[in-house]
């Protein structure tokens, strides 16, 4: 019977912290996973990044470096019953490290169970996740622990792993293997050491050996293995949310070319099209305004065509949509304008309406004075009668400030005209 060779990517897993890629913030000479080594001190933690940048390593690594007992468990399988017994078991081996793989999949009361454990030092917790530790780690669990970043492997991180492999591994080392060209394997990993390691190994099994006994590796060769895209994209994690959040960036900043760079990455991505509409529909209010009216109209028919066209024919609306309002100058007046508004709201509450402004609908509010005051705008020929619309203690409060952009100016040209100095325009 053939035995399974143990994967390349567990083979080559770091057995000290000098043998982990990247991360230099944190294990450098001076970094705070360096620090915790020497003074075998090793608090609660949230290790966040994306998967294969050393999170489990990392966590073993730490907990042998203090000699302290090491319990795992993984939220996709364990229960609350199973952290209580981890507990049970730690109250006797006080100082016991618990981690916890993809601990933003525990629920509310499985991550409950670990607060009291946490506070009271009998367990220490290390949790990794892949998701923003503040929108699915609970709060409480989060005070109790620290929070590190783990950064996604950069390209001399990668290319320093593919040697060491060569030049380390038990079977790779007795191989005459040449790397032509690293940009698929590096390219397909998307920063993902378990996957660089992964693809590396089926790309040297597939191989053949030359008449020298050597085994080339090229991208084609690595792109015919791959046999996938090579566009990392969670629609429900954490890049889905950092994208789209570059996307509107890339707007904002009137740059048309990243976004379209962006608008691509999600496409790629399988991103849904209705989605990124509604964002451009939003943008088109927030970012530009009364800048361009038109980019609000552009953006609401570019969402009425996609629901028309569909993909993948959508992806060419969206795409001159999303380049029409980079282009368009920008102003967030009407943004801020609310936004102010409501704040001034919240601080003084429920104002009375002037009586001249009220609906005089029954004859008891005619005989109160409502509406006696109203001035109709429309009876003069410029369609324009000063008079007050704030409350009382509003009068004069400006809340809309138009930018330096043309159309806006033009509108503040007109204010200024009718209100005179009233609202400082």
């Known amino acids: 019977m053939k035995t399974i060779a143990t994967p390349l990517a567990e083979r080559m897993r770091p057995q000290t912290i000098n043998q982990v890629a990247g991360q230099k913030h944190l294990l450098g000479v001076d970094g705070v996973f360096t620090r915790m080594v020497e003074s075998k001190t090793i608090p609660s933690m949230i290790l966040w990044g994306p998967p294969g940048v050393g999170k489990t390593t990392l966590a073993r690594l730490l907990a042998e470096a203090t000699t302290r007992p090491f ?60 998701e923003n530790p503040s929108f699915e780690v609970n709060s409480a669990l989060i005070s ?29 080392k007795k191989k005459n ?42 991208d084609e060769l690595v792109a015919l293995v791959a046999q996938q895209k090579a566009v990392h994209y969670d629609k429900k994690g954490d890049s889905h949310y950092d ?17 379209v760079y962006w608008l691509a990455r999600m496409i790629e991505g399988g991103e849904d099209p209705k989605f990124i509409a509604r964002r451009l529909i939003i943008s088109a209010s927030e970012d530009i305004g009364n800048a361009n009216p038109t980019a609000l109209i552009m953006a609401n028919n570019c969402m009425q065509a996609i629901n028309f066209v569909g993909m993948p024919e959508g992806r060419i609306i969206l795409s001159q949509c999303t380049t029409y309002l980079a282009c368009s100058p920008k102003s967030n007046a009407s943004y801020t304008a609310i936004k102010d508004a409501q704040k001034i709201v919240q601080k003084t509450g429920d104002l009375p309406v002037p009586l001249h402004l009220r609906n005089a609908s029954t004859s008891l509010m005619k005989e109160l004075g409502y509406a006696d005051a109203y001035l109709y705008p429309h009876n003069d020929p410029q369609g324009f009668i000063p008079q007050e619309y704030m409350p009382e203690s509003m009068e004069g409060n400006t809340i809309y400030q138009p930018k330096q952009n043309a159309r806006e100016q033009e509108m503040l040209k007109r204010l200024q005209l009718m209100w005179n100095k009233k609202y400082n325009y």
């Open 243 to 259: 994208i789209i959040s570059a996307f509107i960036k890339s707007i904002r900043g009137s740059d048309p070319n990243a976004a």
């Open 144 to 172: 109790r622990s620290q929070v590190y970043v783990l950064e996604p492997l950069k390209k001399e991180d990668l290319v320093w792993l593919i040697n060491r492999a060569l030049k380390e591994d038990v079977v790779l």
């Open 71 to 130: 319990k795992t468990l993984s939220a996709i399988s364990a229960g609350v019953k199973d952290v209580r017994e981890v507990i049970k078991e730690a109250s006797y081996a006080y100082g016991t490290i618990l981690f916890i793989d993809e601990i933003h999949r525990f629920s509310k009361s499985q991550q409950d169970a670990l607060l009291n454990a946490v506070e009271k030092g009998i367990i220490t917790l290390i949790g990794a996740t892949t």
């Open 177 to 218: 293997i040449v790397i032509d060209e690293n940009v698929a394997l590096l390219r397909y990993s998307g920063g993902d050491a378990r996957r660089l390691m992964n693809l590396l190994e089926l790309s040297i099994d597939a191989a053949k050996e030359d008449d020298n006994s050597e085994i080339h590796i090229n």
